[in-house]
């Protein structure tokens, strides 16, 4: 028998830990238990099973617990199991149900405090955009530009508080690191916050950090031949604390310059060098990773997390994913501005999501301010425009063994999206919002 090539896993707190079926054999066993089973033997044929197909999936890369669990409900339901299939999904969603109300301690989901996450559940609750019915009554009585307004308005408001917690800080900070998943839409949130500093008489300046991609060839490459963008190795960690050192000396640097073309990249290209009343701006996917800025003390540092903190539920109590939030707005900016296919985006995922798993979760809970970019109207509007890719790509990718992460992704986003009403007409939302960073319209250059 060939050996699995999985030694490791991502749990939701980001922390790596070594995989061990015989968890999934317990899981599977308890839910046959729950239904008034009792053999063992059953539970084990069926994560063997769930292990092949892991193993097709991602072969020596680490997926993530919630990546398992997706794939032994899809075998528990493709096998036959559906009243076993029923308790498993009822068991973790009561787990997450558990996660969400527990209060006597500091929660977190994606080590987001979970104080962070019941205000933005209260908010939604509060103008009735925290379920698919809710949007869709909104919509049907023709509230939907108010809550784009009211959308917008909570987000600027949140934009101008981090401004706030940053200008407290006084001259310490010398440093601002915006940091978030792909999507969550750091660079409209530092443009944002950017406008309320300069009033302040401060200015950000940013250092590209993408200049600093390594050669393409030198970034690992997989069985589908995709790179690997998504790796704080695929940067060189070592030069950027350099010329950041020296930026904080007074000194001028020159930043390399990475070419997306051709793949590859110039040294000494791009002058910078950081004023007193400036302060500089790294933007980057892994800017919570300590290996990227370990040159330069804490207290010099103010660290910003976004993140979609969506809280919108179907009406099964199923709350939509971040991520799979996010994908969406990818799967349409990659359409508009970079001459991806939608499908490409969705297959290219499982990378992004576990390299945030991995690269970023872990840091979150030693930030200083984390923003809430979900804007609850966007979903409407990202249907319209996506939900026809869904079940073309859920044909495409049934059946083939390595792309199954896709075709479970697709099916997910698809079941939560049926019920909700799409909206065609977005001239309700204005230039300077958030998601035109993504539907393009935007009156902001990216």
């Not at 709350?319 to 900016?333: E, K, P, Q, S, V």
Request: net charge neutral; aromatic share 8%.
């Amino acid at each position: 028998m060939k050996l699995c090539p999985l030694k490791q896993i991502i749990k939701r707190d980001g922390t790596v830990v070594n995989y061990d079926r015989d968890r999934i054999d317990t899981a599977i066993f308890n839910a046959i238990v729950s239904t008034g089973g009792s053999d063992r033997r059953v539970a084990e044929e069926l994560s063997q099973i769930v292990e092949t197909r892991l193993c097709e999936m991602y072969g020596a890369s680490i997926p993530t617990v919630e990546d398992i669990q997706d794939v032994v409900e899809a075998v528990l339901i493709a096998r036959g199991h559906v009243t076993t299939a029923r308790s498993y999904i009822q068991y973790r969603h009561e787990r997450a149900m558990s996660r969400r109300n527990r209060e006597d301690t500091c929660e977190f989901s994606d080590n987001i405090p979970y104080k962070k996450i019941y205000e933005v559940l209260r908010w939604n609750m509060i103008h009735g955009c925290n379920s698919i019915q809710g949007i869709n009554k909104i919509i049907e009585e023709d509230r939907f530009p108010q809550l784009v307004k009211d959308c917008n308005k909570r987000y600027s408001d949140e934009t101008a508080s981090a401004a706030k917690h940053i200008l407290k800080r006084g001259d310490d900070v010398r440093i601002v690191i915006v940091a978030g998943p792909s999507s969550s839409g750091k660079t409209t949130s530092m443009i944002k916050i950017s406008e309320h500093l300069n009033t302040a008489g401060r200015e950000l300046v940013a250092i590209n950090i993408d200049h600093y991609f390594f050669d393409l060839e030198m970034h690992p490459k997989d069985e589908f031949g995709d790179y690997d963008y998504e790796t704080p190795q695929a940067l060189d960690l070592e030069l950027i604390n350099k010329h950041l050192e020296q930026l904080l000396n007074g000194d001028t640097i020159k930043t390399p310059n990475y070419d997306f073309k051709t793949g590859k990249r110039e040294l000494n290209v791009h002058e910078l060098k950081l004023e007193p009343h400036q302060l500089l701006l790294i933007d980057s996917l892994h800017g919570l990773y300590g290996g990227m800025t370990e040159s330069v003390p804490s207290k010099n540092k103010f660290k910003l997390y976004v993140e979609t903190l969506g809280q919108l539920s179907n009406d099964n109590g199923i709350f939509m994913r971040w991520a799979d939030n996010r994908l969406m707005r990818r799967m349409i900016r990659d359409s508009l501005f970079r001459n991806l296919r939608p499908n490409q985006t969705l297959t290219h995922w499982h990378y992004v999501r576990a390299s945030e798993m991995k690269n970023i979760i872990p840091f979150i809970a030693n930030v200083d301010f984390v923003l809430n970019s979900a804007m609850p109207y966007e979903l409407p509007i990202l249907k319209n425009r996506l939900f026809h890719y869904f079940p073309d790509a859920m044909l495409e990718f049934k059946d083939n063994p390595k792309r199954q992460d896709a075709y479970l992704r697709a099916k997910r986003v698809h079941e939560m999206l049926t019920p909700l009403r799409e909206v065609a007409n977005d001239s309700p939302i204005p230039p300077d919002s958030l998601i035109r960073e993504f539907i393009g319209g935007s009156q902001y250059e990216y």
